[in-house]
């Protein structure tokens, strides 16, 4: 199998992967509860991603061997070189925001047109799928959630992603093409951690133009570890809330 090949059912698994395991998380939920809010809550998709960052790290690790490479080496860390790439880190976070947001304001704006803030109200937040879980219940998960969701999974798809995939596409496709694919297959895989079916279509386009955003700034670069920075902050501040949010209903101030 080709490099090109071998990517693109790296892309493909971890499509199918998170597609199961956030229907499988709905289910459980849904069997536990009652609840049938689809998507699931986003803690409980964001908590069910363990097994498959786990299964994807080891499969890249692999084909990398494979290719005479490691994950170190892919990633591209260097001694000593650490503070200057947290920097680069935080400033492509700045960088990568204006395209996200651009994304979110124009998807919400075809779609509801002058109705876009007020749609914002209900876009982003499903009030059924929040009820789901007991305040003690959503602080432990919480908790498992931020460890396991914020270290790990922004390494993870940086590696598949712009890592692995892009660079194996790009021996064998044009750069266009290869950072396209990466990058609708980034913002696919996002659709199943969106608070509503509203957002769903917000999200996927958010996240591509991230993903390709992204996708050429690693090309240009020539770098992975100031991404996965990038990559890390924001896993980290998106997961937080799974924490302070219920352990300030616990403490009644809401």
Known sequence: MSSA?????????????????TVIAWALVARL???????????IAALSLLPV??????????????????IRELVGYRHGALGRDIAWGILWLVVLFIPFIIGIMGTAF????????????TMFYNPD????????????????TFVTFAPLNAPTEEIVFRGY??????ASWSPAAAIAVSSIAFGLQHAFFAPTVD?????????????ACSAIIVRRQGRLLPVIIA???VNVFTSAPAIVFPALMIAGVF
Not at 8 to 21: E, K, N, P, S, Y
Not at 165 to 170: C, F, I
Not at 201 to 207: C, D, E, N, P
């Open 231 to 233: 990559h890390v902050i």
């Open 199 to 211: 957002a769903m279509a917000v999200y996927v386009v958010a996240f591509t133009l991230w993903g």
């Open 165 to 170: 995939a892009q660079s194996r596409l790009s």
């Open 5 to 21: 090949r071998r990517a693109f059912a790296l892309l493909l698994t971890r499509l199918l992967l998170v597609a199961g395991v």
């Open 129 to 144: 799928a929040a009820a789901v879980i007991p305040s003690a219940a959503a602080l432990v998960l919480g908790i498992v």
């Open 33 to 43: 509860s009652g609840e049938l809010s689809f998507p699931p809550n986003p803690m």
């Open 110 to 121: 075809v779609l509801h047109g002058a109705e876009t803030f007020d749609a914002f109200e």
């Open 53 to 70: 960052n786990v299964i994807c790290l080891v499969i890249a690790s692999r084909m990398l061997r494979a290719e005479g490479q490691s």
